[in-house]
């Protein structure tokens, strides 16, 4: 279960997700681009949270809206030509989201801490997870919504 302290129930003024390395081999709108089923997961979890606003963190793109259109790419977080920190910040502060709060990431430790450079405050309920496993089940969990 995820703790109330890691996550504020209230609706998110912005989720970010991962991108995925499985993708589509055309380019498409980032909504259909990735299709493994980590990223998958996480876009379920970020849905059922109903956030103002979801964002997908590419690691060759920055933030992307869901209706952006992109070429496939194989450019993991962490990788020499990946996005950094400031380019991230860059891109938040050009679209004004840099202040929204609550912000919600979920993702793995590269993708978190690029969330983090921009919004610190960023609520991680995947944090502390033990491998992909527990992550996807927290996932799941996050799909059906808080326990009272």
């Known amino acids: 279960?995820?703790?109330?302290?890691?996550?504020?129930?209230?609706?998110?003024?912005?989720?970010?997700?991962?991108?995925?390395?499985?993708?589509?081999?055309?380019?498409?709108?980032?909504?259909?681009?990735?299709?493994?089923?980590?990223?998958?997961?996480?876009?379920?979890?970020?849905?059922?949270?109903?956030?103002?606003?979801?964002?997908?963190?590419?690691?060759?793109?920055?933030?992307?809206?869901?209706?952006?259109?992109?070429?496939?790419?194989?450019?993991?977080?962490?990788?020499?030509?990946?996005v950094t920190a400031q380019l991230i910040l860059e891109q938040a502060t050009l679209r004004g989201i840099v202040l929204l709060d609550p912000v919600v990431a979920l993702g793995g430790a590269r993708h978190v801490g690029l969330v983090h450079s921009v919004w610190p405050h960023a609520l991680t309920p995947l944090a502390g997870t033990r491998g992909m496993g527990e992550q996807m089940a927290r996932l799941a969990a996050l799909r059906k919504g808080p326990v009272n």
């Open 1 to 82: 279960m995820i703790p109330n302290d890691q996550l504020d129930f209230r609706q998110p003024e912005l989720v970010v997700i991962p991108c995925g390395s499985r993708k589509l081999d055309r380019p498409a709108r980032t909504a259909d681009l990735y299709i493994g089923s980590y990223h998958r997961a996480c876009r379920k979890a970020a849905d059922a949270l109903r956030p103002d606003r979801l964002l997908i963190l590419s690691a060759r793109y920055g933030l992307l809206d869901l209706d952006d259109v992109v070429e496939p790419y194989d450019t993991p977080h962490g990788a020499t030509d990946a």
